[in-house]
């Protein structure tokens, strides 16, 4: 029943679907009286799935919610909530809470323990209850981004898979209970205000994915990621970091966008084996050099805006695999080398403003896209 511009929700037409356990209402302009007959009525106790997302007219969510026992998938992303009844720890089945894009200022302090995903991204919340996350014992995906927050509370579940609490406040995380999380895969803190990084890090050796980005780190110890044996992302942008230290053979995709502070490639980038996408744009790397060509496995490349970027030696033609060459913005980069892919496919290097590609060029399917 989405995209309807409905304004009450039809309960009448919707009692006589006895096996109606989903019920999809986004889109629409469902308010918080017309969602609580939902809970009062017969259809909502039996319901499994909710999802109303984008009703902007939704201010709330009703205490008559402790009523949906059934329900175990619950969605009100992109609304105007900006109050969850406590009586939501009542639904009993519930394992999946997203309220992202709203105006909640807190979260209640106690949530179905039966909670795997609670996602909150996006509203205006200062802190978490201290004991929430102790509670959720079953909880694997948090996802409270683009809020207020200034901790993250240590008492939290072992349970966790992924984290987000990118785009907070946060200067300080609990690294120790982090690090006994033994399933942690995702692990997402950017931009927030952390200015070291323990050696502890290092003992979350289940991560696949890993961003720093954008925080006060100058530094990160030796042999942090070494161990990291599963680690195939990791964000790096915007650090003020003059070196890197070794990175697992993992490695797929690194991204050092914005790390001003370093000026040549690092030794412990060519011994990647696997990595595809290397971006590096707005460095300050004043030279490439030809021992990037090790790289075999690279499809992506990007030193878009390093302004310093002076030459390039050599030609990227034993590079089999790459597709994607981005060298927008390398102002004082003079003659580009020329560049063709196994397949004869051109790879833009500085567009039209380089005077090395026509607009003719630039029109054949047989060349490349710049990223």
């Known amino acids: 029943m989405s995209d309807q511009e409905l304004h009450a929700i039809p309960l009448k037409e919707l009692q006589t679907l006895t096996n109606l356990f989903s019920l999809k209402l986004n889109n629409n302009h469902v308010d918080t009286l017309s969602l609580g007959k ?6 909502g106790p039996r319901l499994e799935t909710l999802e109303v997302n984008n009703n902007m007219e939704l201010t709330a ?20 909530i900006t109050e969850l009844a406590d009586e939501i ?32 991204a996006s509203n205006n919340i200062m802190s978490l209850p201290s004991a929430l996350l102790e509670k959720l014992t079953e909880l694997e995906d948090l996802n409270v981004s683009h809020n ?24 300080v995380l609990p690294w120790k209970e982090l690090s006994a999380c033994k399933n942690l895969e995702t692990l997402l803190v950017n931009d927030n205000g952390i200015k070291q990084v323990p050696r502890l890090l290092g003992d979350i050796t289940t991560l696949t994915k890993l961003d720093l980005s954008r925080n006060p780190i100058d530094e990160i110890p ?16 915007g650090l003020p970091i003059r070196s890197l230290p070794d990175l697992p053979n993992s490695i797929e995709e690194l991204y050092l966008d914005g790390c001003t ?13 696997k990595l595809r996408v290397l971006k590096m744009g707005a460095t300050g790397l004043k030279h490439i050099p030809e021992s990037i060509t090790r790289l075999q496995t690279l499809e992506t490349i990007s030193f878009r805006d390093c302004t310093l970027l002076l030459s390039t030696t050599f030609g990227f033609t034993s590079m089999q695999k790459l597709r994607h060459l981005d060298m927008r913005g390398c102002t004082k980069l003079y003659d580009p080398p020329a560049i063709i892919t196994d397949k004869g496919h051109h790879l833009l290097l500085m567009g039209y403003m380089s005077g090395q590609v026509t607009a003719e060029d630039a029109a054949n399917p047989a060349f490349c896209t710049i990223l």
């Not at 939902?38 to 259809?43: G, I, T």
């Not at 509370?153 to 785009?167: L, Q, V």
């Not at 030796?222 to 942008?237: C, D």
């Open 222 to 237: 030796l042999g942090i990621f070494t161990s990291m044996k599963n680690l195939r992302v990791l964000h790096l942008e």
């Open 261 to 273: 502070n370093i000026t040549v490639l690092p030794e412990s980038i060519l011994q990647l084996s």
């Open 38 to 43: 939902l809970f009062d009525s017969e259809v």
């Open 148 to 171: 207020l927050l200034n901790n993250l509370s240590a008492k939290i579940p072992t349970t966790f898979k992924s984290i987000n609490i990118g785009h907070n406040n946060v200067q």
């Open 89 to 120: 720890k009542h639904c009993t089945a519930l394992q999946t809470l997203q309220l992202n894009k709203n105006q909640l200022d807190m979260v209640p302090n106690d949530l179905p323990k039966t909670l795997k995903t609670l996602s909150v």
């Open 61 to 80: 969510i009703s205490s008559s919610i402790k009523k949906m026992k059934a329900l175990v998938h619950f969605q009100a992303n992109n609304c105007s």
